[in-house]
Structures are given as C-alpha cells and as structure tokens.
C-alpha cells in the first residue's frame, strides 16, 4: 500500500499484452489493493489535484497550452475524470476496475456513478479529441498530440476531418475542450484551498474555529464542543495532510449543520462525528471535498439522533448513507440482490 498517488493512476491502465501474460495478470492483481482501496476513497481527490498542477506546471514552462493531450481541456482530463470515479469506488464495486477510457466509462454509467447524459457527453468529447489527435499523427507519422503550425498541414488536417477551413476547426476543437475543462473542474469541486485553521491559537482562543469567522455565530454548547474536540488527542496528533483536512472540513460542517432544521443538534453530532473519525483520512477527505455529502449528512443528524449516533460508533455507514444513488430508486428484491453481489464481489 506504500506509493505515490500518481502511481495509482498509471496502475489503473495496465494490462498484461506480452511475455508471460499469467505472471502479469498476477503482479496487477497483487497490486489491486493499492490502486483500489477497501473503502471509498476520496483522498484520490487530493492525489489527482496534486497530479494535475504537476502537468499544467509542465504545460506551462514547455508551452504546451494546445497539446491535445496535456493542455487545459485536453484528452487527459477526460482520463482523470474518470479514473477518479473508479479509484473513489472501484474498491467497493469490482466492475469498475477495468482499463481503458471507454470500458470504465460504460462501467461507471451502467452502475450509475455517472448519469447518463454526463456519460454521453464524455463519450463524444473523447471521441472527437482521439480523432484529431489521430489526424495529426497521420500528417507526418509522427507520435505528437500537437496541432501542425505549418499552413497547408493545418488546412490538411481540418479537410480530412470534415471542416472547411482551419477556423471551422479551431472552433470546435475550442468548444469541445472549454467544455471538458467545465467536466474536469466539477470533477475535483470541492472545499477548494481554503487558508487552514489556526489550531496554534488554542482551543480555548475566541477564534476557536481557526481564525475564521463563522456564520452565524455557534451556540455556547457548540463552541463549547468545538473546543474539546480541537484539545482532543487524536486531532492533536494528526500528522500534517490528516490536519490540512480536518482544518477544511471542520468550518465547512459547521456551516452545513447551520442551514439545516436543528442547527445545534446538527453541529454538535457532527464535532462527535469528526472526533470519532480524527485517524481515518478518507472520510476526512470526502468531508472537506464534498459539499453535497456536507449537506446530507447535516440534514441526516438534524432529523434523527438515532441515527446519528449509529454513524458516530459506527463511520463505515458514511460509505452508504453518503452514496448519492440510495435514494435515487427503490429497489426491487433482484435490484438489491444485484447490488449486494457488487459489493461483496
């Protein structure tokens, strides 16, 4: 399980082609458990952010802004839109652990991850990008993802690809990619960087919540809890990425547990929440990335203690209750049937 994030996302696409094919197959599956973790696992948010401000960095000292593949909209943030989907979830359903931008795709709308509609439109967005890049590389058989600078290449390119001119083109090449970077930015959509607590303060400092106001003002039982749980031993001893989490999440919960019918009773449940999941950075990391998983679960222990407390004592619950497709339908007997075999498979 020991590897840098971006390892993951290469492991995702491999497959035994050459040599001895059993002895491949069987590295790739010793390897599956650090490419898909056991439980959902949105720290593979802050793995691909971190990824993917590497390869702009890049794009930018190389000037590779109109690379097909590097640059902003490119084939490669389609890519990591959906090996993110599948290294989120993929240790949970085994059918989404496949290669291959097309097959994971087909995989992560027939198990409803992504709606049909989102599906489609990856799906033609690829296409078209693949197919212009496969032009490009006809023009002089070369392996480039660069669109051709000399003139009669680039009228050469647009005419074989149905345009009547280079503009004509260009325009759509704009479009699609414009709309590719709006998919990959809701993709990582989040808490965004927001500046991190200021736990040196204190606990006990009138800026508990880390130097940051929070609106509205917490009750005293709030700031009060609040309080105990920025003294607690297990946010103290947080290392340096667990902390930068639970900084973010922290004002952001509060805030949710603030728009909801029982803003006190939603708030202090989810400090106990945070306290009981101080060591564990996956469910922080979906906390202080998700704003919808925030506003679901505020509204869950607003409405019921009961069930707030089964969540505290017992976080593996998030996994279920913060899956947007549990209500999406009732279930027949062989829809939850089905459904369970994915998940023990």
């Known amino acids: 399980r020991e590897g840098r994030d971006w390892e993951r996302y290469a492991w995702i696409k491999a497959a035994a082609v050459a040599g001895d094919v059993d002895a491949g197959r069987q590295l790739i599956e010793n390897l599956r458990p650090f490419v898909y973790r056991r439980y959902l696992d949105f720290t593979a948010i802050e793995g691909l952010r971190d990824l993917k401000g590497r390869i702009d960095q890049e794009v930018d000292r190389k000037d590779l802004a109109d690379n097909l593949k590097l640059g902003p909209g490119g084939i490669r943030e389609l890519e990591f839109a959906v090996q993110l989907a599948q290294l989120i979830r993929g240790g949970r359903e085994a059918s989404l652990r496949v290669s291959g931008f ?43 993802h660069s669109l051709p600078t000399a003139p009669t290449d680039r009228l050469r390119l647009a005419l074989t690809l149905g345009y009547a001119d280079l503009p004509a083109l260009q325009a759509a090449i704009d479009a699609v990619r414009a709309e590719v970077q709006v998919l990959f930015a809701a993709t990582l959509d989040g808490a965004g960087h927001r500046p991190p607590l200021d736990l040196a303060r204190g606990p006990n400092s009138d800026q508990a919540a880390g130097g940051r106001e929070l609106s509205p003002e917490p009750t005293a039982s709030v700031r009060a809890a609040i309080n105990a749980l920025l003294a607690a031993l297990p946010v103290r001893r947080m290392d340096t990425r667990g902390r930068e989490r639970f900084e973010r999440a922290l ?30 950075p996956s469910y922080l990391a979906l906390l202080a990335e998700r704003r919808g998983a925030r506003e679901r679960l505020a509204d869950v222990f607003a409405r019921s203690g009961f069930l707030a407390d089964r969540v505290i004592a017992h976080p593996l619950l998030l996994d279920d209750l913060l899956d947007a497709r549990v209500d999406a339908e009732v279930l027949s007997d062989a829809g939850f049937s089905a459904m369970l075999q994915r998940a023990l498979a």
């Open 102 to 144: 097309l097959p994971a795709l087909a995989a992560l709308a027939a198990s409803g991850v992504v709606d049909a509609d989102t599906a489609q439109q990856l799906h033609g967005h690829y296409g078209f990008l693949r197919r212009v890049e496969n032009r490009v590389q006809m023009l002089r058989d070369e392996q480039t």
């Open 251 to 280: 004002p952001l919960l509060l805030q949710a547990a603030a728009a909801t019918p029982a803003p006190e009773a939603a708030a202090l449940g989810l400090l106990r929440l945070l306290h009981a999941i101080a060591g564990r």
